[in-house]
């Protein structure tokens, strides 16, 4: 069982950064691939990034391709994502989630443990 905490979320002015992360419980963390989802009020649930579970392959959503990085320390159980050039349109609470098992996927449905989420709001 893997359980998961976000935190960095928070309010920043159009093109600034912030830094999510992750904080998982459990001895098996490297063994789980990691994802970041988001959803903004009324919209459904969305994929921006995932990362095997030992770094050696990521996928990024199209949306924030080139301003968001997806990385991991799996020495402190933490998964991270790097979110620069930040505009309106990515406001959202974001979520990190865990799958058991090496490979990368974009699907929700394929992620069976959940964090909170953490706010993020980006401000024009």
């Known amino acids: 069982q893997v359980q998961l905490v976000e935190s960095g979320g928070g309010l920043v002015q159009a093109g600034g950064s912030l830094r999510l992360s992750c904080a998982a419980s459990?001895?098996?963390?490297?063994?789980?691939?990691m994802g970041w989802f988001r959803q903004a009020p009324g919209k459904e649930r969305e994929f921006v990034a995932a990362?095997?579970?030992?770094?050696?392959?990521?996928d990024t959503a199209d949306s924030v391709k080139g301003r968001f990085t997806i990385s991991r320390d799996n020495a402190k159980n933490t998964v991270y994502l790097q979110m620069n050039s930040l505009k309106p349109e990515d406001t959202a609470v974001y979520y990190c989630?865990?799958?058991?098992?090496?490979?990368?996927?974009?699907?929700?449905?394929?992620?069976?443990?959940w964090g909170q989420g953490t706010q993020v709001t980006v401000s024009s």
């Open positions: 989630a865990a799958r058991f098992g090496v490979v990368v996927t974009t699907t929700p449905h394929d992620y069976g443990h």
């Open positions: 459990g001895r098996t963390f490297s063994t789980y691939t």
């Open positions: 990362i095997s579970w030992g770094g050696g392959s990521t």
